[in-house]
């Protein structure tokens, strides 16, 4: 059974820039949660989505956004990037009646 | 921000002898889950115990929780190279909303010496 598959794993853009990240959870997985990683502030919850609905939001800026299509896979984006976006985004699949939760390898993400 | 704090932070053994880490958190939990992390990589799974569970195994794992003192500890026997990495706890839970959205602690970092 594949894992948790993320790409791109490694991607540099521009302050200003946007982008795009995307995450294919375990098959059977309804439930896709996206968290981000920096050496200040840890590993932080953005998102979870679930059938296509965000369920949960964690505390960041608008300019954080996701979406989950009918086949469980997902997207995050990111809109006007900031130096301080640049960190390991990583994304985790969850499904079945238990609560353990799978992650990916993770996109590095670098803004310059 | 974080649920709770590893302690300790650093921990440095030889090969074949056992590591402890520790973890507290602050608000009721449903379960609480323990991953590894190697520089660089995503995060692998572990353990999962669940807040009705006092000790669980896995392997040379072995984890517990105090729902009492809101801590629980992972004990990973006759440590080899290879464990080498971050550890962290996370906890999914009620004050969330939901048991799918982790909280993480601040991770420890083994590192075994051949």
């Known amino acids: ?112 | 921000s974080q649920q709770g704090e590893e302690d300790p932070q650093a921990l440095s053994i030889q090969e074949g002898e056992n590591a402890t880490m520790n973890c507290s958190y602050k608000t009721s939990i449903n379960n609480l889950q323990w991953y590894r992390q190697n520089s660089g990589r995503g995060l692998v799974h572990l353990i999962l115990i669940r807040s009705n569970e006092r000790e669980k195994h896995s392997g040379r794992l072995r984890v517990t929780l105090d729902t009492s003192k809101k801590s629980s500890s992972l004990l990973i026997t006759a440590s080899r190279a290879a464990d080498t990495a971050s550890y962290f706890c996370a906890t999914g839970g009620i004050s969330s909303g939901s048991a799918r959205q982790l909280t993480f602690g601040s991770g420890t970092q083994l590192t075994v010496l051949p």
């Open chain 1, 1 to 112: 059974k594949a894992g948790v598959t993320q790409t791109p794993r490694y991607l540099i853009k521009t302050r200003g820039q946007q982008v795009t990240l995307s995450c294919s959870p375990i098959s059977g997985h309804r439930s896709v949660s996206w968290y981000q990683q920096t050496p200040g502030q840890g590993l932080q919850f953005l998102f979870e989505y679930f059938s296509e609905t965000q369920r949960n939001k964690g505390n960041f800026p608008g300019r954080f956004s996701g979406r989950q299509f009918s086949n469980s896979r997902s997207e995050m984006n990111v809109s006007t990037l900031e130096l301080g976006d640049s960190a390991l985004y990583l994304c985790a699949s969850s499904g079945g009646s238990g609560n353990t939760i799978y992650f990916g390898e993770g996109s590095w993400l670098t803004v310059v």
